[in-house]
Structure formats: structure tokens, C-alpha cells
């Protein structure tokens, strides 16, 4: 089975959650190859899950002093700082009759076992931990990831360290360790990335790249065939970004919480 492979490189945040919303609805409706995608960041971006609260989960006013972005995806799981020392991707298949399982663990399993193979083809163990959805080495998160299923396809997403910035982190998030092992005081404790396991040297971005595309052909049994995006995919990326970069779209579930307190206080 043949597969598309786009390797977008670094590009804008808000871009990138259009970007893997648009392939999905494009898949979803048979009108593009099954996808996986690589990107970056060009600047540090907080991603956050769908059902998340910004003012529980980030300090905003850090974030906007600095120019990180908040970005609410359309998948949901728990949000998650990145910059441009982590591979982020998107495995997009069809949810009826494709190679990724229909069970939402069994997904997560399938998907995620590329990253496994990735490391372990780098000269690191890799170990899927199925109670957060993550991937571990050396007993530690090296790839967080999140889920979601619309319009007929399904996406696992996720990111690879390369390296990171954790006291930066620190000063975005509220809780930085919430999606660590339990008892994990510091996020550096608790993460790991492959400059600490190889060296700066021992973990080229091409080289990585490398082997986590042939870790997801191997855990899904296809061929990744380089491509592009076509002329409607892009279109409507670019229509969704907007979206993506308002202020109804970010705050969506803090304005809901904020409107159905008031209505319980009128009430009550």
C-alpha cells in the first residue's frame, strides 16, 4: 500500500494545525493518498487540545510578552509547548477500511510503534507507554501525542525531541509536568531527548527524519512516497488559518465556561 510524504519544514504554527486539518478533511473524503507529514515550528508555540482551558492551562501573559503562539487543535488530548527542536507529525488515515485500527488504544499502539522502531533504528530503546499515549526512553517521554477522528479520516499527532528548552516550559505552562510520570516534580526529570541520548552530532535533522518515516512504513506496512500538497488541500489551509489565529477559536472553551457560570449565577 501506498502512502503520501510531505515534509513541510519549518513552518508557522497556526499554519500547521490548518495544515493537518486540511489533509485530514481531504483524506477523510477520498480525495488525497493517506498521509504522513512532518513539520516545525519557526517560532515556539504552545499547542492546545481541544476541550483545554487557556487561563487553566498557560500563562497567558507570559505567552503574548513573548510572542508564543496558542494554538487550540482540533484534536483533543493535553496541550504541549514545542519549538523548533522537536519533529512534529501527523499520521492521517481513513477511519473506514484503512490500516489504522478503528480502537482508539489500538490506533495510538499501531502509530506510535513507528516511533518505537525510529529510536530503536537510532541506537535508543523506545517504549510505548499506553496510560498517556506517549513514547519513552531510557524510562522518560521522548514523544507526546494526541488523537482525533472527523470528517472520515484519523490523525495521530505527535512530536520527537530533538532537544528542548525546559525552563522556557516552565514559564508557559501552569503545570508542566501533568502529562509526566506520576511523581515527577521537574519536567526535566521526567523528559528526555535524543541530544541527551546521542549528542547534538548523533541526531541530524535528515538522519532523524529518515528514520522515523521508515519507522512509520514499517508499523503500518506501506510505502511513504514523497508529495505535495494539491491545489485545493492548500487553498483550504489557507482559509482555516484564520480561524485558527482568532481569538473566538483559541478562548472557544473559556468563553463557554465563562457564559454557563454566569447562567448558573443568574440562577442561582
Known amino acids: 500500500m501506498t502512502w503520501r510524504f510531505i515534509d513541510a519544514g519549518g513552518i508557522d504554527g497556526y499554519y500547521s ?34 476541550h483545554q482551558y487557556v487561563e487553566d492551562e498557560i500563562h497567558e501573559d507570559y505567552c503574548v510578552a513573548n510572542d508564543i ?8 488530548g493535553g496541550c504541549g509547548f514545542c519549538d523548533g527542536d522537536q519533529i512534529l507529525f501527523s499520521v492521517i488515515g481513513r477511519e ?80 508542566p509536568v501533568k502529562n509526566l510520570t506520576a511523581g515527577v516534580r521537574h519536567a526535566r526529570d521526567g523528559m528526555i531527548t535524543l541530544s541527551d541520548l546521542l549528542g547534538r552530532r548523533g541526531c541530524e535533522i535528515w538522519y532523524v527524519k529518515g528514520a522515523l518515516k521508515s519507522g512509520f512504513e514499517d508499523a503500518l506496512g506501506v510505502t511513504a512516497v514523497c508529495g505535495a500538497l494539491t491545489d485545493s488541500e492548500d487553498q483550504l489551509a489557507s482559509r482555516l488559518v484564520e480561524r485558527h489565529r482568532s481569538r473566538d477559536w483559541i478562548y472557544r472553551m473559556d468563553e463557554k465556561r465563562r457564559e454557563r457560570l454566569g447562567r448558573e449565577r443568574r440562577v442561582g
Open 96 to 175: 473506514a477500511g484503512g490500516v489504522i485500527p478503528p480502537d482508539i488504544g489500538n490506533a495510538y499502539s499501531r502509530v506510535l510503534g513507528g516511533v518505537v522502531s525510529a529510536l530503536e533504528a537510532l541506537g535508543c530503546d523506545g517504549l510505548l507507554e499506553p496510560a498517556r499515549n506517549a513514547v519513552y526512553s531510557g524510562g522518560r517521554k521522548i514523544s507526546g501525542n494526541a488523537q482525533g477522528r472527523f470528517g472520515g479520516a484519523v490523525l495521530v499527532n505527535g512530536s520527537l525531541l530533538l532537544d528542548f528548552d525546559f525552563d522556557e516550559m516552565d514559564r508557559v505552562l501552569k503545570d
Open 69 to 76: 503562539q496558542v494554538i487550540r487543535r482540533v484534536l483533543g
Open 17 to 50: 494545525a490548518a495544515l493537518f486539518e486540511s489533509i485530514a478533511k481531504h483524506v477523510g473524503a477520498g480525495r488525497v493518498a493517506e498521509t504522513i507529514l512532518f513539520w516545525r515550528v519557526r517560532t515556539p508555540v504552545v499547542y492546545l487540545g481541544y
